[in-house]
């Protein structure tokens, strides 16, 4: 993911630093949930052979893998703050890119498609980021924007799975700026960008016990148990709680889903 700013250093460096022994692992186990649901939209909207694709945040690599190797395409972009785990895919088809996004010296050209996942939601200046993204569409060409969206139980407002949730969306808030109440707008911000054929839809993938949904949660949880104390929403004891609950067959949740809005420049 590229890193976002917050009251530190963002994502990366307040929180889920890359060297991290475990930070592949963690965002491995999303991406097998996700990666099934994102290249089914890819490879609708035509990604495949002469293509020009960018992947922003592109993390341990696996959609930049599959655009290559089942997509077929021309060339891939690797955007990251940190790129090191990515150096086997470099290659005549892969150009890896170590920089922000928010840099404005950046010039990466025109593509065909551009896919950002998990990376605007942190980053405070997404507004003016999709209007960079969408600036460098080729005609034709596609962007794809996926974010987090919460499907909380409003029943439940004690559990320690909700508390534990409620505390890390609190937490990510005020140490790196996460925002997710952006993310049902995005069809909106992509028409507001000249952008034609715009349409979104939600997955909201099982939450399984054991699952490597319920794997990259109690992963991320773990990880964050200071901030989240620090949020004052809940103990030591509570986050235990949630991170047995997620591992146990009573575990029986909703999850946060993930939005995907597209559009394409005429």
């Known amino acids: ?35 099934p649901f994102t ?7 035509g990604a495949g052979p002469d293509s020009r694709c960018l992947d922003v945040g592109a993390g341990t690599g696996t959609l930049v893998r599959w655009l290559l190797d089942e997509a077929g395409a021309a060339e891939v972009v690797a955007l990251d703050r940190d790129t090191s785990g990515l150096a086997a895919l470099a290659g005549p088809r892969v150009r890896l890119v170590n920089a922000d996004l928010r840099d404005e010296s950046l010039d990466l050209g025109g593509f065909d498609l551009i896919h950002s996942r998990f990376v605007l939601m942190h980053l405070p200046e997404r507004r003016r980021l999709v209007s960079r993204l969408a600036g460098w569409l080729n005609p034709g060409g596609w962007l794809v924007l996926g974010d987090a969206v919460e499907m909380p139980n409003l029943l439940d407002a004690s559990s320690a799975y909700r508390r534990t949730m409620d505390a890390m969306w609190q937490a990510l808030r005020s140490t790196i700026g996460t925002d997710t109440s952006w993310v049902p707008a995005y069809p909106h911000l992509l028409r507001e960008e000249g952008l034609e054929h715009v349409a979104a839809e939600l997955f909201c993938p099982p939450l399984v016990p054991g699952g490597p949904l319920a794997r990259f949660w109690s992963e991320t949880w773990d990880r964050m148990r200071l901030a989240l104390e620090e949020t004052g929403r809940v103990d030591s004891s509570v986050i235990d709680d949630a991170l047995a609950y997620l591992a146990s067959p009573e575990a029986a949740e909703l999850g946060p889903g993930m939005v995907m809005a597209w559009g394409q420049r005429p």
């Open 1 to 35: 993911m590229t890193t976002p700013p917050g009251s530190g250093g963002g994502y990366g460096q307040d929180l889920f630093e890359p060297e991290h022994p475990e930070e592949a692992e963690r965002i491995d186990a999303a991406a097998l949930v996700y990666d």
């Open 39 to 45: 290249t089914r939209r890819l490879r609708a909207l």
